[in-house]
């Protein structure tokens, strides 16, 4: 069965920093592409971040462009997020989600590519 249980989610002034992490379990991590979401209220999920298999690649939305930084560790089987410089709008549920890629360096931006979701960690940013 697969897991994926986020932590590290807060509340946390304009300016702030989070890191969140992303552990896995009952799948080889190595295989899987890793993707950051998000839902703020009333709206549909965004997608935030993601990195290849292997580490070589990653893709960030344009509002999160050198705020935020995705990683891997995947002899911990654990993704993460860093988050820096946060602003109110980064107000949301954030969810990791793994995809399984035959490619060491793909990765995906698209919602329905992914295959197993976590159950999201909530990020609230006041200003």
């Known amino acids: 069965q697969v897991q994926l249980v986020e932590s590290g989610g807060g509340q946390v002034q304009a300016g702030g920093s989070l890191r969140l992490s992303c552990a896995a379990s009952?799948?080889?991590?190595?295989?899987?592409?890793m993707g950051w979401f998000r839902q703020a209220p009333g709206k549909e999920h965004e997608f935030v971040a993601t990195?290849?298999?292997?580490?070589?690649?990653?893709y960030y939305a344009d509002s999160v462009k050198g705020r935020f930084t995705i990683s891997r560790a995947n002899a911990k089987n654990t993704a993460y997020l860093q988050m820096n410089s946060l602003k109110p709008e980064d107000t949301a549920v954030y969810y990791c989600?793994?995809?399984?890629?035959?490619?060491?360096?793909?990765?995906?931006?698209?919602?329905?590519?992914?295959?197993?979701w976590g159950q999201g960690t909530q990020v609230t940013v006041s200003s």
């Open positions: 990195i290849s298999r292997n580490s070589g690649r990653t």
């Open positions: 989600a793994a995809d399984r890629q035959y490619y060491s360096d793909a990765y995906s931006y698209i919602r329905d590519e992914y295959d197993y």
């Open positions: 009952g799948l080889t991590f190595s295989n899987v592409a």
